[in-house]
């Protein structure tokens, strides 16, 4: 089971020149959303860690997707036995490129060519801190997921993404009928207070109001996706042309709810998972979490607004090194 397990993740170096002037380019006058936000492609140097963490912490995985658009950190060992470089045009339509949409990239990353039937889908910002199992993404070639009900509350673009999401899933699903069919998958004690919200909004209405979202780690298998796309093609072919992010986008969370729909998935609290943002110039916080060891795999999230990037970074890069110290097989 464990050699059949794949990592995919995805990166950008917002620090090239060339791809910011490509970006610019196609860019244009778009302000809405999130495009033109610099912390969607600041580069901290952590990539490495990464890497290091996923050779120490998961040595059961057989295959890393390194998935850019043609991108390679200078420190990356490409002959590396374990790594797979994907670019975009690898898997993409040549008309939907260049893309600066995380969404577009990842709708379609079941595609990869090797890739195996099960894999776990990480961000760049997910970093394993502590030893991980098979068992924390797979059981008997199951995802490991949590279900639970969510109520959409907009307040910003991205939220437009999970309604597309929801609505997809309610011209497909009916939530009574969903959960009356894996109830002890959706009432389930393994965390309470998503529990709670789910029993609070399994009532009156028949369709789903929202899908609680985890920003972790997300195990899939390959006919999670296919699934979506054969439901709903017009709407994922659609995203996966948008050179940005937009309103009219789904994520990949619509190929997460649908094994929730299906109950092909072994009920797991996320609570392993932590995250963080780093919001300004004190990450103490956050380098405790990371050296503690208490959780598996820590998000990351740079909403920085601090006055000494270099300094903030250097901290984090301290942490890091103290329970990463020494180079991986991934880097030269």
Sequence with gaps: ?????????????????????????FL?????????GENRYRDW???????????????WVRKVYFVTCGQKPEWLNAECSKLVLVDHKD????????????NA?????????GLSDNFVLFNDD??????MMPEDFFVNGVPCDYAALDCLTPSNDFEYIRLNNVLAINRHFNKQQVISANRSKWYSLKDPKSLLRTLKLAK??????GIRDYHVPTAFTKSDFEKVWEAEPAV??????????????????????????????????QQCFGYTQINDDDVSKICEVIESGKKKVLVINDEYKGNDFEKTRDQLIRSFEKILPGKSSFEI
């Design 236 to 269: 994922v072919k659609e995203t996966q042309n948008k050179r940005f992010r937009s309103k009219e986008d789904i994520s990949i969370w619509l190929m997460r709810y649908w094994h929730l729909m299906e109950g092909n998935f072994t009920v797991k609290s």
């Design 28 to 36: 244009g006058n778009i302000t809405s959303g999130d495009n033109s």
């Design 105 to 113: 990239i990842e709708v379609g990353i079941h595609k990869i060519k």
């Design 204 to 209: 009156p209405w028949t369709t789903f109001p």
């Design 45 to 59: 140097d952590l990539m490495r860690y990464w890497f290091r963490g996923v050779e120490k912490f998961a040595p």
């Design 126 to 131: 997910f970093f394993p801190v502590a030893p």
């Design 91 to 102: 898997y993409m339509p040549e008309e939907a490129l260049p893309t600066f949409n995380s």
């Design 1 to 25: 089971m464990a050699n059949d397990i794949d990592f995919v993740v995805t990166w950008v170096d917002g620090n090239d020149p060339e791809w910011q002037n490509t970006r610019a380019k």
